[in-house]
Protein backbone atom coordinates (compact mmCIF):
# COMPACT_ATOMS: atom_id res chain seq x y z
CA UNK A 1 0.00 0.00 0.00
CA UNK A 2 2.82 2.27 0.37
CA UNK A 3 2.64 3.85 -3.45
CA UNK A 4 -0.96 4.95 -2.18
CA UNK A 5 -1.64 8.51 -1.88
CA UNK A 6 -1.29 9.97 1.57
CA UNK A 7 -4.99 10.21 3.02
CA UNK A 8 -6.39 7.43 0.81
CA UNK A 9 -7.14 5.10 3.42
CA UNK A 10 -8.51 8.05 5.92
CA UNK A 11 -10.85 9.21 2.75
CA UNK A 12 -12.27 5.60 2.10
CA UNK A 13 -12.77 4.63 5.37
CA UNK A 14 -15.17 7.47 5.91
CA UNK A 15 -16.76 7.09 2.58
CA UNK A 16 -17.92 3.91 4.03
CA UNK A 17 -15.13 1.57 1.46
CA UNK A 18 -12.33 1.00 4.15
CA UNK A 19 -12.43 -2.89 4.12
CA UNK A 20 -12.90 -2.47 0.27
CA UNK A 21 -9.43 -4.12 -1.75
CA UNK A 22 -8.18 -0.89 -3.67
CA UNK A 23 -6.38 -1.37 -7.02
CA UNK A 24 -4.41 1.19 -9.03
CA UNK A 25 -5.72 1.75 -12.49
CA UNK A 26 -3.45 3.63 -15.94
CA UNK A 27 -3.92 7.10 -15.59
CA UNK A 28 -4.22 9.77 -18.32
CA UNK A 29 -2.13 13.09 -19.61
CA UNK A 30 -2.80 14.80 -16.55
CA UNK A 31 -1.74 14.64 -12.71
CA UNK A 32 -4.86 12.42 -11.65
CA UNK A 33 -4.88 9.19 -10.68
CA UNK A 34 -7.39 6.73 -10.34
CA UNK A 35 -8.16 3.63 -8.11
CA UNK A 36 -11.00 0.65 -8.59
CA UNK A 37 -12.69 -0.06 -5.20
CA UNK A 38 -13.93 -3.62 -4.40
CA UNK A 39 -15.94 -5.82 -2.11
CA UNK A 40 -17.81 -8.52 -2.27
CA UNK A 41 -19.17 -8.35 -5.50
CA UNK A 42 -19.64 -4.57 -6.02
CA UNK A 43 -17.29 -1.60 -7.00
CA UNK A 44 -16.76 1.91 -7.16
CA UNK A 45 -14.39 3.96 -8.70
CA UNK A 46 -11.66 6.44 -6.85
CA UNK A 47 -10.07 9.39 -8.37
CA UNK A 48 -7.49 11.37 -6.63
CA UNK A 49 -7.05 15.26 -8.28
CA UNK A 50 -4.88 16.83 -5.90
CA UNK A 51 -4.32 20.53 -5.41
CA UNK A 52 -2.64 22.94 -6.90
CA UNK A 53 -2.01 20.64 -10.22
CA UNK A 54 -5.87 20.26 -10.23
CA UNK A 55 -9.47 20.73 -8.57
CA UNK A 56 -12.05 18.45 -8.47
CA UNK A 57 -14.50 20.70 -8.13
CA UNK A 58 -15.10 21.85 -11.81
CA UNK A 59 -15.97 17.90 -12.18
CA UNK A 60 -18.13 17.39 -9.62
CA UNK A 61 -20.32 20.44 -10.47
CA UNK A 62 -20.09 19.15 -14.53
CA UNK A 63 -21.39 15.96 -13.24
CA UNK A 64 -24.13 16.95 -11.01
CA UNK A 65 -25.69 18.52 -13.97
CA UNK A 66 -25.09 16.03 -16.62
CA UNK A 67 -26.94 13.55 -13.98
CA UNK A 68 -30.11 16.08 -13.01
CA UNK A 69 -30.41 16.48 -17.05
CA UNK A 70 -30.31 12.83 -17.79
CA UNK A 71 -27.11 11.93 -19.02
CA UNK A 72 -25.09 9.50 -17.91
CA UNK A 73 -22.15 10.94 -15.74
CA UNK A 74 -20.97 8.31 -12.81
CA UNK A 75 -22.67 8.97 -9.34
CA UNK A 76 -20.77 10.58 -6.81
CA UNK A 77 -20.80 8.85 -3.66
CA UNK A 78 -18.67 10.76 -1.67
CA UNK A 79 -16.28 13.97 -2.35
CA UNK A 80 -13.79 15.70 -0.45
CA UNK A 81 -12.66 18.05 -2.84
CA UNK A 82 -10.07 20.68 -0.84
CA UNK A 83 -8.24 17.47 -0.85
CA UNK A 84 -8.59 15.80 -4.15
CA UNK A 85 -10.48 13.37 -3.71
CA UNK A 86 -13.72 11.72 -5.25
CA UNK A 87 -15.68 8.69 -4.90
CA UNK A 88 -17.89 7.67 -7.62
CA UNK A 89 -19.98 5.04 -9.23
CA UNK A 90 -18.14 2.69 -11.01
CA UNK A 91 -18.88 2.01 -15.19
CA UNK A 92 -16.59 -1.31 -15.70
CA UNK A 93 -14.61 -1.52 -17.95
CA UNK A 94 -15.79 -1.66 -21.90
CA UNK A 95 -14.90 1.98 -22.80
CA UNK A 96 -15.73 2.51 -26.54
CA UNK A 97 -12.19 2.67 -27.84
CA UNK A 98 -10.72 -1.33 -26.45
CA UNK A 99 -14.42 -2.50 -27.12
CA UNK A 100 -13.95 -1.25 -30.60
CA UNK A 101 -10.71 -3.11 -30.87
CA UNK A 102 -12.55 -6.24 -30.05
CA UNK A 103 -15.75 -5.18 -31.93
CA UNK A 104 -14.73 -4.00 -34.73
CA UNK A 105 -17.96 -5.32 -37.12
CA UNK A 106 -19.83 -3.06 -34.36
CA UNK A 107 -18.03 0.41 -35.35
CA UNK A 108 -20.70 2.36 -36.86
CA UNK A 109 -23.62 1.29 -34.49
CA UNK A 110 -21.00 2.42 -31.38
CA UNK A 111 -20.61 5.71 -33.53
CA UNK A 112 -24.16 6.00 -34.20
CA UNK A 113 -25.24 5.66 -30.22
CA UNK A 114 -22.22 8.17 -29.59
CA UNK A 115 -23.85 10.70 -31.88
CA UNK A 116 -27.67 10.31 -30.55
CA UNK A 117 -26.19 10.95 -26.88
CA UNK A 118 -24.42 14.02 -27.88
CA UNK A 119 -27.53 15.22 -29.70
CA UNK A 120 -29.49 14.57 -26.64
CA UNK A 121 -26.90 17.01 -24.88
CA UNK A 122 -27.01 19.15 -27.60
CA UNK A 123 -30.89 19.60 -27.23
CA UNK A 124 -30.68 20.59 -23.62
CA UNK A 125 -30.58 24.47 -22.47
CA UNK A 126 -26.90 25.18 -21.76
CA UNK A 127 -25.44 24.48 -18.83
CA UNK A 128 -24.22 26.82 -16.09
CA UNK A 129 -20.65 27.05 -17.60
CA UNK A 130 -18.27 29.66 -18.98
CA UNK A 131 -18.34 30.73 -22.36
CA UNK A 132 -16.09 28.91 -25.18
CA UNK A 133 -14.82 32.82 -26.08
CA UNK A 134 -12.22 33.96 -28.33
CA UNK A 135 -9.82 34.22 -25.64
CA UNK A 136 -9.58 30.52 -24.80
CA UNK A 137 -9.84 29.64 -28.61
CA UNK A 138 -6.25 31.71 -28.78
CA UNK A 139 -5.11 30.61 -25.80
CA UNK A 140 -5.62 27.27 -27.06
CA UNK A 141 -4.66 27.35 -30.92
CA UNK A 142 -1.32 29.32 -29.23
CA UNK A 143 -0.13 25.93 -28.07
CA UNK A 144 0.87 24.83 -31.90
CA UNK A 145 3.47 27.71 -32.44
CA UNK A 146 4.74 27.89 -28.24
CA UNK A 147 5.48 24.22 -28.45
CA UNK A 148 5.47 22.13 -31.54
CA UNK A 149 7.09 24.59 -33.67
CA UNK A 150 10.60 25.83 -31.56
CA UNK A 151 10.13 21.71 -30.96
CA UNK A 152 10.71 21.74 -34.89
CA UNK A 153 12.98 24.42 -34.54
CA UNK A 154 11.47 26.87 -36.73
CA UNK A 155 10.80 30.68 -35.83
CA UNK A 156 7.73 31.41 -37.11
CA UNK A 157 4.74 34.95 -37.74
CA UNK A 158 3.00 34.37 -34.43
CA UNK A 159 1.10 37.73 -34.43
CA UNK A 160 0.35 36.37 -38.55
CA UNK A 161 -1.26 33.58 -36.58
CA UNK A 162 -3.16 34.37 -33.85
CA UNK A 163 -4.90 37.53 -36.43
CA UNK A 164 -5.78 34.56 -39.18
CA UNK A 165 -7.35 32.49 -36.02
CA UNK A 166 -8.93 35.96 -34.76
CA UNK A 167 -10.67 36.02 -39.10
CA UNK A 168 -11.87 32.43 -39.42
CA UNK A 169 -13.37 32.36 -35.95
CA UNK A 170 -15.04 35.20 -35.50
CA UNK A 171 -18.32 34.04 -38.10
CA UNK A 172 -17.80 30.73 -35.52
CA UNK A 173 -18.49 32.76 -32.72
CA UNK A 174 -21.69 34.52 -34.41
CA UNK A 175 -22.99 31.55 -34.74
CA UNK A 176 -22.55 29.42 -31.68
CA UNK A 177 -24.83 31.86 -29.25
CA UNK A 178 -27.13 30.47 -27.09
CA UNK A 179 -24.50 27.93 -27.51
CA UNK A 180 -24.42 24.10 -26.16
CA UNK A 181 -22.89 22.63 -23.20
CA UNK A 182 -18.85 21.41 -24.88
CA UNK A 183 -17.40 18.87 -23.15
CA UNK A 184 -14.04 19.02 -25.28
CA UNK A 185 -13.00 15.97 -24.62
CA UNK A 186 -15.79 14.01 -26.08
CA UNK A 187 -14.14 10.80 -28.04
CA UNK A 188 -13.58 7.00 -27.89
CA UNK A 189 -11.60 7.10 -24.86
CA UNK A 190 -14.00 8.90 -22.67
CA UNK A 191 -17.11 7.16 -23.40
CA UNK A 192 -18.19 4.20 -21.54
CA UNK A 193 -20.46 0.92 -22.74
CA UNK A 194 -22.57 0.86 -20.09
CA UNK A 195 -24.20 -2.24 -21.25
CA UNK A 196 -21.39 -4.01 -22.81
CA UNK A 197 -22.48 -3.16 -26.59
CA UNK A 198 -22.82 -0.64 -29.34
CA UNK A 199 -26.00 0.11 -28.29
CA UNK A 200 -25.51 1.02 -25.00
CA UNK A 201 -26.05 4.27 -22.66
CA UNK A 202 -22.98 6.49 -23.26
CA UNK A 203 -21.70 6.52 -19.89
CA UNK A 204 -19.67 9.95 -19.90
CA UNK A 205 -16.17 10.80 -18.15
CA UNK A 206 -13.38 13.11 -18.68
CA UNK A 207 -15.91 16.10 -18.79
CA UNK A 208 -14.39 18.38 -16.09
CA UNK A 209 -13.20 21.11 -18.36
CA UNK A 210 -16.86 22.00 -20.13
CA UNK A 211 -17.58 24.92 -21.16
CA UNK A 212 -20.76 26.94 -23.42
CA UNK A 213 -19.68 26.92 -27.41
CA UNK A 214 -20.33 25.15 -30.63
CA UNK A 215 -22.02 22.27 -31.06
CA UNK A 216 -20.04 20.89 -33.77
CA UNK A 217 -16.96 20.83 -30.97
CA UNK A 218 -17.47 17.68 -29.54
CA UNK A 219 -18.53 16.12 -33.32
CA UNK A 220 -14.95 17.64 -33.83
CA UNK A 221 -13.73 15.40 -30.97
CA UNK A 222 -15.60 12.10 -31.47
CA UNK A 223 -14.67 12.51 -35.57
CA UNK A 224 -11.75 13.19 -35.96
CA UNK A 225 -10.01 10.99 -33.18
CA UNK A 226 -6.39 11.89 -32.10
CA UNK A 227 -6.20 8.64 -30.50
CA UNK A 228 -8.22 6.67 -33.06
CA UNK A 229 -8.37 6.25 -37.14
CA UNK A 230 -12.31 7.46 -37.95
CA UNK A 231 -12.53 6.67 -41.76
CA UNK A 232 -13.61 9.63 -43.85
CA UNK A 233 -16.85 7.61 -44.74
CA UNK A 234 -17.96 6.64 -41.20
CA UNK A 235 -17.58 10.63 -40.46
CA UNK A 236 -19.69 11.88 -43.35
CA UNK A 237 -22.17 9.69 -42.37
CA UNK A 238 -22.23 10.16 -38.53
CA UNK A 239 -22.48 14.25 -39.40
CA UNK A 240 -25.49 13.45 -41.75
CA UNK A 241 -26.82 11.68 -38.33
CA UNK A 242 -26.40 14.40 -36.47
CA UNK A 243 -27.66 17.28 -38.61
CA UNK A 244 -30.79 14.53 -39.09
CA UNK A 245 -31.27 14.35 -35.12
CA UNK A 246 -31.12 17.94 -33.83
CA UNK A 247 -32.73 19.82 -37.16
CA UNK A 248 -32.30 23.32 -37.71
CA UNK A 249 -28.49 23.92 -38.65
CA UNK A 250 -27.86 26.37 -41.14
CA UNK A 251 -25.80 26.15 -44.43
CA UNK A 252 -22.58 26.90 -42.54
CA UNK A 253 -22.51 23.90 -40.02
CA UNK A 254 -20.08 22.44 -42.40
CA UNK A 255 -17.49 25.47 -42.42
CA UNK A 256 -17.89 25.86 -38.73
CA UNK A 257 -17.16 22.29 -38.29
CA UNK A 258 -14.00 22.46 -40.32
CA UNK A 259 -12.82 25.40 -38.69
CA UNK A 260 -13.34 24.09 -34.80
CA UNK A 261 -11.84 21.19 -36.18
CA UNK A 262 -8.69 22.89 -37.60
CA UNK A 263 -8.73 24.70 -33.90
CA UNK A 264 -8.81 21.58 -32.38
CA UNK A 265 -6.31 19.85 -33.77
CA UNK A 266 -3.52 22.66 -33.92
CA UNK A 267 -4.37 22.49 -30.12
CA UNK A 268 -4.01 18.64 -29.86
CA UNK A 269 -0.57 19.36 -31.73
CA UNK A 270 0.80 21.39 -29.10
CA UNK A 271 -0.09 19.90 -26.30
CA UNK A 272 1.49 16.50 -27.29
CA UNK A 273 4.45 18.13 -28.03
CA UNK A 274 4.64 19.84 -24.43
CA UNK A 275 3.21 16.40 -22.75
CA UNK A 276 6.90 15.15 -24.27
CA UNK A 277 8.86 17.99 -23.66
CA UNK A 278 7.54 19.37 -20.37
CA UNK A 279 5.72 15.99 -18.74
CA UNK A 280 7.86 13.97 -19.93
CA UNK A 281 5.26 11.67 -21.85
CA UNK A 282 6.56 10.70 -25.11
CA UNK A 283 4.24 8.25 -25.88
CA UNK A 284 1.69 10.95 -27.63
CA UNK A 285 4.08 11.74 -30.24
CA UNK A 286 2.68 8.73 -32.10
CA UNK A 287 -0.50 10.29 -32.48
CA UNK A 288 0.80 13.80 -34.32
CA UNK A 289 0.71 12.44 -37.90
CA UNK A 290 -3.19 11.16 -37.40
CA UNK A 291 -3.62 14.62 -35.79
CA UNK A 292 -1.79 16.58 -38.29
CA UNK A 293 -3.81 14.78 -41.27
CA UNK A 294 -6.92 15.51 -39.79
CA UNK A 295 -5.93 19.31 -39.70
CA UNK A 296 -4.72 19.06 -43.18
CA UNK A 297 -8.27 17.98 -44.30
CA UNK A 298 -9.71 20.98 -42.53
CA UNK A 299 -7.52 23.76 -44.04
CA UNK A 300 -8.27 22.21 -47.03
CA UNK A 301 -12.08 24.19 -46.39
CA UNK A 302 -12.22 27.91 -48.00
CA UNK A 303 -13.48 28.89 -44.38
CA UNK A 304 -10.09 28.31 -43.44
CA UNK A 305 -8.30 30.40 -46.12
CA UNK A 306 -6.43 33.00 -43.74
CA UNK A 307 -5.01 29.79 -42.01
CA UNK A 308 -3.90 27.76 -44.81
CA UNK A 309 -2.18 30.74 -45.76
CA UNK A 310 -0.28 31.45 -42.46
CA UNK A 311 0.44 27.50 -42.65
CA UNK A 312 1.69 27.58 -46.39
CA UNK A 313 4.29 30.77 -45.17
CA UNK A 314 5.38 29.29 -42.25
CA UNK A 315 5.32 25.46 -41.95
CA UNK A 316 7.70 24.00 -44.73
CA UNK A 317 5.90 21.35 -47.16
CA UNK A 318 8.79 18.90 -46.26
CA UNK A 319 7.94 18.70 -42.81
CA UNK A 320 4.37 19.29 -43.24
CA UNK A 321 4.42 15.86 -45.46
CA UNK A 322 6.39 14.26 -42.19
CA UNK A 323 4.53 14.78 -39.45
CA UNK A 324 0.92 14.14 -41.43
CA UNK A 325 2.15 11.20 -43.26
CA UNK A 326 5.22 9.53 -42.11
CA UNK A 327 5.64 10.22 -38.72
CA UNK A 328 6.37 12.67 -35.76
Known sequence: MSELPDGLAAFVESAGWGEAEVAPLPGDASFRRYFRLAREGESAMLMHAP????DPAPFLHVAHWLNDNGMRAPAILASEPQAGWVLTEDFGNDRMRDWLDDNPGEERAAYEAAVDALAALHRLPPGPFAPYDMAVYARETALLTEW???????EVDDAGYAAAWAEVMAPVLARQTPGVTVLRDYHAENIMLLGGKAGAPQGLIDFQDALVGHPAYDLVSLLQDARRDVSVDLETAMLVQYVGAVGGIGDDFLADYATLGAQRNA????????LDRRDSKPKYLAMIPRVWAALERDLAHPALEPVARWFEANIPDALRLKHGAFGG
Open 51 to 54: PPHE
Open 267 to 274: KIVGIFTR
Open 148 to 154: WCPAQGL
